[in-house]
């Protein structure tokens, strides 16, 4: 499905946001992906969703070697991978039917069809009494379950979802959750990234961990060490001075 | 009017706007400039059908008493041409018709004082072969004052005068076509990197770079026919302005304003010609930008 060979991702010429990846992502599987802040799964997302290009190594999605694509190769490679971003990257002129339809439409689905299906799935996410309501009318949680429908309806081979469960509550985030697990159990693979660890825990899914750049395998059900936190958030001298933060504030 | 919705929010750019008039200026310059060249060639067409196979034998008014009276000089004129191989037809032109002829240029009251030289409309045999210039000799040796006039140069003029006009006309066009050409590359630029986010984001999801093109064609399709029903609308007032100004003008001193069936219909389809222009180059500007993106 997605195999990396000795990925290394480089922006400019800083340091590499990634280093020596290797990984191979079966058919069917479902991981987490987690990660600190800044340890680089968006951008080991979008690698593979083939929205950047490593500095080196080989990259392998579908059974085509990347590197050796034309142009003109990608978007049928694309249209079979669903994107959640963790902005949502909906637009705002589109109503949420429209931005749900989008990936039907570029694959050519007639137009009954594409409302038939749009519905019934927006329906499912609780979004059935929006249908045409534009992006900034609908809540944060609202726009994620857009842009989750969005990126499922055209039944991808690769699901891939940033932050898919940050703006839900729990019981919205399960049922989303469920609704991985659901397509996953017909076929489609999927990589969650998520901070997540309450929701990761009900989940017995391997993950993939990021730590500065470098990836290691976790299998199912193998708790995490929690991230090491100072007892008190250190505050930058001037902010920790300032007269205008109380207490509550930093509550 | 049907708006199309487009993935792009290119609806919402001042791009558009600015767009819309700019092909309506453009296309109103094309359309009266085509006009203008469509008259020039009616009017040159018209004379030198009217001039070809003509000729016209000019008898001075001569004071000198030894000299015979003009209308006496006049038969012998029509007799020589009447007898002369391949001339079909000579007739006088009567002294009303060559008033009426004379009346836009030099009045009424002057024209009854002047002495008018007598002029004969001669019709010359399709295929005749006559020689004007042997023609023009006998006469000269036969009649004191006898000119003969076969619109050589005059026709010459009138044809370098209307296709040079033609010329100007269609650098006026292309000049106008290049422009909206620039113009529309530079609007699909400019949108194209505006909405970089939201192309990216169609990539994405799997669009190929002729989406993305489809959605400018749509887009700038819609907005080069809008300017050019205006274009249209502005050159057909500026047109019916000036036939009606040119209508009470003397026939002679102003072109026939009037325009043809077909003629109308050549210039109703530039506006349609400036959007099929227009759609391509959008098509071609956004899959030429796409190419060089990563």
């Known amino acids: 499905m997605i195999r990396f060979e000795d990925i290394g991702l480089r922006y400019g010429s800083g340091p590499e946001a990634l280093r020596d990846i290797n990984l191979t992502l079966e058919p069917g599987s479902f991981h987490f992906l987690t990660g600190a802040s800044g340890a680089g799964k968006s951008s080991l997302l979008r690698l593979m969703y083939l929205g950047l290009r490593p500095s080196r190594g080989h990259i392998s999605v579908f059974g085509h070697d990347v590197a050796g694509l034309k142009r003109a190769d990608f978007p049928a490679l694309r249209r079979q991978i669903g994107v959640v971003f963790q902005n949502f990257r909906l637009l705002d002129h589109l109503s949420a039917l429209d931005n749900v339809a989008l ?71 399960m049922r989303l959750l469920y609704l991985f697990e659901e397509l996953n159990k017909l076929g489609t693979t999927v990589v969650i990234a998520t901070h997540n660890e ?54 | 009017m049907i708006r199309q919705r487009l993935d792009l929010p290119l609806a919402e750019d001042s791009t558009g706007r600015f767009l819309v008039w700019i092909m309506a200026v453009m296309i ?13 060639a009616g009017m040159a067409g018209r004379w030198e059908s009217g001039l070809t196979g003509r000729l016209t034998v000019q008898i001075a008014p001569l004071p000198d008493q030894s000299v015979a ?24 032109v009567g ?18 004082d002047l002495p008018l030289p007598a002029l004969i409309d001669v019709e010359v045999g399709p295929g005749a072969g006559l020689d004007a210039a042997a023609l023009a000799e006998r006469l000269a040796g036969a009649v004191t004052g006898a000119r003969l006039d076969n619109h050589a140069a005059w026709l010459a003029d009138l044809r370098i005068l209307a296709h040079t006009a033609q010329l100007v006309a269609l650098a006026v066009v292309l000049l106008v076509g290049g422009a909206s050409v620039a113009a529309v590359v530079f609007a699909v630029r400019t949108g194209l990197a505006i909405h970089s986010p939201v192309v990216e ?71 349609l010609v400036a959007a099929a222009l227009a759609v391509v180059t959008a098509r071609w500007t956004v899959l030429r930008v796409l190419t060089r993106m990563p």
Do not use: C
Not at chain 1, 225 to 240: E, K, N, S, Y
Not at chain 2, 72 to 84: K, P, W
């Open chain 2, 201 to 271: 984001l169609l990539h994405i999801m799997g669009a190929t770079d002729a989406y993305v093109a489809r959605q400018f064609q749509t887009h700038v399709a819609g907005l080069a026919f809008r300017g050019g029903l205006v274009g249209l609308g502005l050159a057909a007032l500026t047109l019916l302005a000036l036939r009606l100004a040119a209508g009470d003008t003397p026939v002679g001193l102003m072109p026939d304003m009037t325009l043809g069936f077909r003629e109308w219909l050549a210039l109703v389809a530039v506006p």
């Open chain 1, 198 to 251: 309450g929701l990761i825990a009900r989940f017995v899914h391997p993950r993939l961990h990021l730590e500065r750049g470098a990836l290691s395998v976790v299998a199912a059900g193998t708790p995490m060490t929690p991230p090491q936190m100072p007892v008190a958030p250190v505050l930058p001298a001037g902010l920790a001075t300032s007269q205008s933060l109380s207490g509550s504030w930093l509550t």
């Open chain 2, 95 to 112: 002294a009303s018709a060559a008033h009426k002829l004379l009346e836009p240029w030099l009045g009424n009251a002057l024209l009854d």
């Open chain 2, 28 to 40: 109103y310059l094309a359309i009266v400039a085509l006009a203008g060249s469509m008259v020039l």
């Open chain 1, 103 to 173: 990936p039907l439409r570029m694959a050519g689905v007639g137009e009954a069809e594409i409302r038939e299906h749009v519905v019934e799935l927006l329906h499912w996410v609780g979004l059935g009494d929006a249908l045409d309501a534009k992006p900034p009318t609908l809540s944060g949680g609202q726009q994620q379950r857009v842009a989750i429908a969005r990126s499922v309806i055209a039944r991808p081979r690769l699901l891939l979802a940033d932050e898919p469960t940050g703006n839900v509550d729990d019981s919205i985030g």
């Open chain 2, 69 to 92: 009276p003009l209308a006496q000089r006049t038969e012998v004129t029509l007799a020589l041409l009447r007898s002369t191989p391949g001339i079909t037809r000579a007739e006088p």
